[in-house]
């Protein structure tokens, strides 16, 4: 029997078992009235993408992360990727304009996070 397990910030809060497709519209419905509801307070994890070497050296040090001497751009970027949680990532993604839609683990969105970087 198909079992659909609804997720909210990587967590599971509900589950729907059978193929009731009256009732998982319904659920997806409500699931999407709620995330509009709360899209002001999600806007409080945007946070400023560094992008020069110096930047993320101080915004990774402000986060308390061991930096290794002689760092590349590209280790710092990862660095920086991962410094980010879940929820910092994707609304920072989206105020840089980075369609997140495809985005399904935290290692998705730190991909095209270190894209930008």
């Known amino acids: 029997m198909p ?5 909210v910030n990587g967590s599971p809060v509900d589950s729907i078992r059978g193929a009731d497709v009256n009732g998982l519209t319904a659920y997806v419905k409500k699931l999407s009235s709620q995330s509009s509801a709360s899209a002001t307070a ?3 994890h945007v946070v400023a993408l560094p992008r020069t070497d110096s930047e993320m050296t101080t915004f990774l040090t402000k ?3 061991t930096i290794p001497p002689g ?3 590209a280790e710092l970027a990862r660095l920086v990727a991962g410094a980010f949680t879940s929820a910092e990532l994707k609304e920072t993604l989206k105020a840089q304009g980075v369609d997140t839609r495809d985005c399904i683990e935290k290692s998705d969105f730190q991909t095209k996070m270190m894209a930008l970087l």
């Open 71 to 73: 760092s590349t751009h």
């Open 42 to 44: 999600t806007s409080a």
């Open 3 to 7: 079992t659909f397990v609804f997720l």
């Open 63 to 65: 986060r308390k992360i």
